[in-house]
């Protein structure tokens, strides 16, 4: 069953994505930051022969508006409800990784009752951290753009499956192949996250909750150690031999842990 395109609007601001599957529990997933709806497709394919999924390009992002006015958390938020409405999904479960599963875990606490249950990828609370937007930046100033080929930016990001699903999301243009987001845009999203901790919307997260780790370090052990402590039934899953991406290095072992959690969301 092939992909079907959909744009929607809200606030002014174009927010493209893409759906597809049969007719068992709604899956929405979110991508992380300088990421795009695509960089799903693997563990979507998988998802979509048992469950409607829906990828969306999330604002400043891939065929979305690229230079959205409002980049809060707030703005995020709003847009996955609009998503949600878009489609009519009947209580959702969302997937997100890394600020992907920050959105995901911020919609699900402010909208309780929107939510069926909620997949995060290598995604926490997240912490005060006033270095993170140089640092962001920083990393995206380190990108060789525009690169020459695909393959010389899959080179650049790892090689393998993980390389090629970072070069996919790029964009041709006459003098090469370049981001689809503003630098600038991506690291304003991230103030918020710099300012402060989200540990009061962990707690008031009230449906089911995976937790998906890799061995990258992102998320440090004292905030995992805290979100089991805050939410003791949240189900926690390591997938060894995988960084940060892990949806895009091993999606067959991460379609293995959706794929039970979902079938145990929905007794």
């Given at each position: 069953?092939?992909?079907?395109?959909?744009?929607?609007?809200?606030?002014?601001?174009?927010i493209?994505?893409?759906?597809?599957?049969?007719?068992?529990?709604?899956?929405?997933?979110?991508?992380?930051?300088?990421?795009?709806?695509?960089?799903?497709?693997?563990?979507?394919?998988?998802?979509?022969?048992?469950?409607?999924?829906?990828?969306?390009?999330?604002?400043?992002?891939?065929?979305?508006?690229?230079h959205?006015?409002?980049v809060?958390?707030?703005?995020?938020?709003?847009?996955?409800i609009?998503?949600?409405?878009?489609?009519?999904?009947?209580?959702?479960?969302?997937?997100?990784?890394?600020?992907?599963?920050?959105?995901?875990m911020?919609?699900?606490?402010?909208?309780?009752?929107?939510?069926?249950?909620?997949?995060?990828?290598?995604?926490?609370?997240?912490?005060?951290?006033?270095?993170?937007?140089?640092?962001?930046?920083?990393?995206?100033d380190s990108?060789?753009?525009?690169?020459?080929?695909?393959?010389?930016?899959?080179?650049?990001?790892?090689?393998?499956?993980?390389?090629?699903?970072?070069?996919?999301?790029?964009?041709q243009?006459?003098?090469?192949?370049?981001?689809?987001?503003?630098?600038?845009?991506?690291?304003?999203?991230?103030?918020?996250?710099?300012?402060?901790?989200?540990?009061?919307?962990?707690?008031?997260?009230?449906?089911?909750?995976?937790?998906?780790?890799?061995?990258?370090?992102?998320?440090?052990a004292?905030?995992?150690?805290?979100?089991?402590?805050?939410r003791?039934?949240?189900?926690?899953?390591?997938?060894?031999?995988?960084?940060?991406?892990?949806?895009?290095?091993?999606?067959?072992?991460?379609?293995?842990?959706?794929?039970?959690?979902?079938?145990?969301?929905?007794r």
């Open positions: 069953m092939p992909w079907r395109e959909h744009l929607l609007v809200r606030d002014d601001t174009r493209a994505c893409r759906e597809r599957g049969g007719p068992g529990q709604p899956v929405v997933l979110l991508h992380g930051l300088a990421g795009y709806g695509g960089e799903w497709d693997a563990p979507a394919e998988l998802l979509a022969s048992c469950h409607r999924v829906v990828t969306v390009d999330q604002r400043g992002h891939g065929a979305s508006e690229r959205p006015h409002d809060s958390r707030a703005a995020y938020i709003a847009d996955v609009a998503v949600i409405d878009h489609f009519a999904l009947d209580r959702p479960v969302l997937v997100g990784q890394s600020m992907g599963g920050h959105t995901a911020l919609t699900a606490a402010a909208h309780p009752g929107r939510i069926g249950a909620l997949a995060l990828v290598e995604a926490g609370f997240g912490g005060p951290n006033p270095d993170l937007p140089t640092n962001i930046g920083n990393w995206l990108w060789p753009v525009p690169f020459p080929s695909p393959e010389a930016a899959a080179a650049f990001f790892g090689g393998g499956s993980l390389g090629a699903g970072w070069a996919a999301g790029l964009e243009r006459a003098d090469g192949w370049w981001p689809r987001f503003d630098r600038d845009v991506l690291v304003r999203s991230l103030a918020e996250n710099a300012q402060r901790s989200f540990h009061d919307a962990w707690a008031r997260v009230t449906c089911p909750t995976l937790l998906v780790l890799a061995r990258s370090g992102f998320l440090p004292d905030e995992v150690t805290e979100m089991l402590r805050l003791p039934e949240t189900r926690a899953v390591s997938i060894p031999g995988t960084g940060h991406d892990v949806h895009l290095e091993a999606p067959e072992a991460l379609y293995g842990a959706l794929s039970g959690f979902l079938a145990e969301a929905a």
